[in-house]
């Protein structure tokens, strides 16, 4: 650990960061959550409070399971069904992230979910993109931001979303995700959807490995063709001391990314503290581990929050973060002199500033 420059909030909030996972419709500030639903006449917020409201979206995400923890999200999906709080809640999303240091994120979110009051699949697209471009101009463009379009694996039609991820590839797209419960919706469940981005050269992660196991790994990385991972944590099940197995292996050669949510992970109940969280001993192992949020309002978290975090339980220092932020960089869906540039004029730069 660097004795130059310690570990402070404030170095961790000034350290330049990327972020790969953040769900749009888990990250809206309370306050706005209550006066959206003022507006649209969405009914059945537990409190009118902001500061209660959080809180009860923390409580309720704490829950040890991912099926409890999704339930939370009729709140935030039922304020977000017309272009006006669509674009708002996009921008604050964006203005958010750069006060938290985030310098690039992609941020995803499910279409359809935003289409019960009329709303066509493009007009969602369109105006959260429309939100990312304000919040974007409203940070001093401190921040930039691109979207993932995830299809819920619960529901049929992926390749509908699969479609849009194509259409919008030159307009601010940059990939695709399946999210939703993982029992029992399988990654294969559609899995000509996957075929047809790769067909199309289009890229796509898939959460995997969160609630359900090694299975599930497989399934995205061997018959999806999953260049990420959505948290895929249960990779180390695959682990034992330092004998890696073939999955595990598989996975860390071909660099695939792990999307580590490390407080979201704990309140889901893939773990039950940071402490036993596996992010140390894959990043020793050699894993292309990053870190992110999931949900910044359902795990009342933010990315110099979990960074603190692990930096409290496992002692990592400087240059570790480096290796996550750079990591991240590498596994953007971004072309790669975009990647080269956003390491060599921001990342490396912030860190080596930080470090004294
Ligand atoms: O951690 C997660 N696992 C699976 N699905 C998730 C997770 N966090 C959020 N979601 C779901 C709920 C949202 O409505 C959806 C799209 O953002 O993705
Ligand atoms: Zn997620």
């Known amino acids: 650990m660097s004795t130059m420059n310690p570990l402070s909030p404030e170095a961790l909030l000034a350290a330049p960061k990327v972020l790969l996972h953040d769900h749009l419709d888990g990250g809206l500030r309370?306050?706005?959550?209550?006066?959206?639903?003022?507006?649209?006449?969405?009914?059945?917020?537990?409190?009118?409070?902001?500061?209660?409201?959080?809180a009860w979206f923390r409580d309720n995400a704490d829950s040890g399971s991912l099926v409890r923890y999704l339930e939370g999200f009729a709140h935030t999906c039922g304020v977000m069904q017309d272009e006006a709080a669509l674009v708002r809640v996009a921008a604050e999303a964006a203005q958010d992230l750069a006060d938290d240091g985030v310098a690039y994120a992609e941020i995803r979110y499910a279409p359809e979910l935003f289409t019960d009051r009329g709303l066509r699949l493009e007009?969602?697209?369109?105006?959260?993109n429309e939100g990312f471009r304000q919040g974007e101009a409203a940070s001093g463009n401190r921040i930039r931001v691109n979207a993932l379009l995830c299809a819920m694996r619960q529901n049929d039609g992926w390749q509908r979303?699969?479609?849009?991820?194509?259409?919008?590839?030159?307009?601010?797209?940059?990939?695709?995700?399946?999210?939703?419960?993982?029992?029992?919706?399988?990654?294969?469940?559609?899995?000509?959807?996957?075929?047809?981005?790769?067909?199309?050269?289009?890229h796509f992660t898939v959460h995997a490995g969160e609630a359900d196991g090694l299975e599930s790994i497989h399934r995205a990385v061997q018959r999806c063709g999953a260049e990420r991972l959505g948290h895929g944590v249960r990779i180390i099940?695959?682990?034992?001391g330092d004998q890696v197995g073939r999955l595990a292996a598989y996975v860390r050669d071909r660099r695939i990314a792990l999307e580590m949510c490390p407080t979201s992970n704990v309140h889901t109940g893939a773990f039950a503290s940071i402490a036993e969280h596996p992010v140390k001993?894959?990043?020793?192992?050699?894993?292309?581990?990053?870190?992110?949020?999931?949900?910044?309002?359902?795990?009342?978290?933010?990315?110099?929050?979990?960074?603190?975090?692990?930096?409290?339980?496992?002692?990592?220092?400087?240059?570790?973060?480096?290796?996550?932020?750079?990591?991240?960089?590498k596994a953007a869906f971004l072309p790669l002199d975009e990647r080269r540039a956003l390491i060599q004029d921001v990342v490396e730069p912030g860190y080596a500033a930080l470090k004294g």
Not at 32 to 45: N, P, R
Not at 237 to 240: E, I, K, Q, S
Request: glycine share 8%; proline share 5%.
């Open 123 to 128: 007009q969602v697209v369109e105006a959260v």
């Open 281 to 329: 001993r894959l990043a020793d192992l050699g894993f292309r581990v990053t870190l992110n949020t999931d949900n910044r309002l359902m795990s009342d978290c933010s990315l110099t929050g979990e960074f603190a975090a692990v930096v409290r339980e496992f002692d990592f220092g400087w240059d570790d973060l480096r290796t996550f932020t750079v990591n991240a960089a």
């Open 237 to 240: 099940d695959d682990v034992d």
């Open 161 to 202: 979303i699969a479609d849009l991820v194509v259409r919008y590839r030159d307009a601010g797209v940059v990939g695709f995700d399946i999210a939703g419960p993982e029992a029992g919706f399988p990654a294969t469940r559609e899995l000509p959807a996957f075929e047809y981005l790769r067909e199309q050269n289009a």
């Open 30 to 54: 309370p306050r706005t959550v209550i006066e959206l639903a003022d507006a649209c006449g969405h009914e059945g917020l537990p409190t009118a409070d902001p500061a209660e409201l959080g």
